[in-house]
Structures are given as C-alpha cells and as structure tokens.
C-alpha cells in the first residue's frame, strides 16, 4: 500500500480533490450508488457498526460516504479505493466472504434485504485531460 495515500484520501476537502489522488497513485476508484428505501437507517447502521471497520480490516480505502440530502433519501453514494483491479477483486472478495460480514447481513437482513438496488462504476483515470 502506498504510504501517503491513505493520508491523501483521509483529508480530502472537496471531491474534485479525488483526481489528484487518483492521478498520482493510478487507482482504481469504485463508485457505489446504494437504494436503500425504506430501511435506510438499519442500511446506516450497519455501515457505521461493521461494514467501516470490516473495509478497513481488509485494506478497502473509504474515500468518502453520502447521503442524499435533496431529492431521493433512499440513496447512498460512497466511493472505494484500491491499488488496481486485481486489488479490488481480492479485497472486495474477502471483504464479502469474512464470517463477521455474513454474520451481520444475515442478522440485519432478518426482515428482507435493505438494498433494493446497489449501482457500482469503476472509474480510472484517462491518459489526457484534467481529472474531476
């Protein structure tokens, strides 16, 4: 892992931020839009009491999460980081086969699941022009 990067990504002030970091260290950037409907907060809560720590625990850099604040409620937007493609297969994999994961989604999808819909893009920087 680089070592300035999570440093870069952790202070980031603005999203247009986002392509100097990923021009400079030639991520692989995964761009998730979650529909939640009605169950968006048992959807926040369980982001907020395991699924941060367990991106962390399997090297998957959160570079920000959102909430839509004017229009739609039901959706969330957050964007991961990783070194390259390869990278996030393993990660997002692992990340998806941990025991305490499967254990939180069984238990918090007791009622049915709260994602109606997820949407991811992977996006990488082009060879020419500015980045966002």
Known sequence: ???????????????????????????????????????????????????????????????GFWRTDVGDSDRLYYILAFDDPAARDRQWGAFQRDPEWIEAKRRTEADGPLLRRIVNRLWRPVPFGPTP
């Open 1 to 63: 892992m680089h070592t300035d990067l999570v440093g870069n990504l952790l202070h980031l002030q603005r999203l247009d931020e986002l392509g100097a970091v990923v021009e400079e260290f030639r991520l692989v950037v995964d761009d998730r839009l979650g529909h939640a409907g009605q169950r968006v907060t048992a959807l926040l809560d369980r982001f907020e009491s395991t699924a941060f720590r367990l991106f962390e625990k399997h090297g998957i850099r959160l570079v």
